[in-house]
């Protein structure tokens, strides 16, 4: 293997330590320490790729919402309408809230430990929840005027974060399902008009 790549998988490894310490116990509450016996590599090799935690919680950040972005094109793939392309991806929501790897949502999470606007993890929080109101915008506006479709993303990213939320303390199941009904409503109501 080469240097280059070592150095790459060394830090992916970093990253993915630090995402499932971070979930589990929070971002302040794990220490740089923590993360370093956890990866078990060297602080040196830590602060090379990372020099700041806030950059590592970052990297985190965008690489679990490119995660869930691949998630979601896969979905899309899959679905004939954008009717059944909202629908799925409140049913990956579903599943997502009965895994046993649901620790609520990591981006939440971070918003209500960093919530200075001008922050470098706020802003990662931000791109990760205004690609999915603008990944529900797009969906809608195959088939509803541009206005219309732009308002209805914003409801069904609301119903989701809240149903995320509700997930989070032990009333998923409920959430969600309230929330696709709702949902299956505002579809409903903006295709007939």
């Not at 280059?4 to 993915?16: G, M, S, T």
């Not at 979601?72 to 629908?87: G, N, T, V």
Request: net charge positive; with cysteine.
């Amino acid at each position: 293997m080469s240097l280059r790549a070592d150095a790459a998988e060394k830090r992916q490894h970093i990253v993915e330590t630090a995402y499932r310490l971070f979930k589990r116990d929070g971002f302040h509450a794990t220490g740089i320490d923590k993360i370093i016996a956890e990866a078990a590599v060297a602080k040196m090799t830590m602060y090379r790729h990372f020099p700041s935690k806030d950059g590592l919680i970052v990297e985190v950040l965008d690489w679990r919402a490119e995660r869930f972005k691949r998630q979601l094109d896969r979905l899309a793939e899959a679905a004939l309408s954008p009717q059944e392309s909202i629908l799925a991806i409140f049913e990956w929501h579903e599943r997502w809230f009965d895994s046993p790897d649901f620790h609520g949502c990591l981006f939440q999470h971070a918003l209500a430990e960093f919530g200075e606007p001008k922050h470098a993890v706020f802003e990662a929080v931000m791109r990760q929840k205004r690609d999915l109101q603008e990944r529900l915008h797009r969906i809608l506006a195959k088939s509803i005027p541009d206005d219309r479709a732009k308002q209805a993303a914003m409801s069904l990213f609301m119903l989701i974060e809240g149903a995320t939320l509700l997930a989070q303390m032990a009333q998923g199941k409920e959430a969600i399902n309230n929330a696709r009904r709702i949902a299956t409503g505002i579809l409903s109501a903006e295709i007939r008009q």
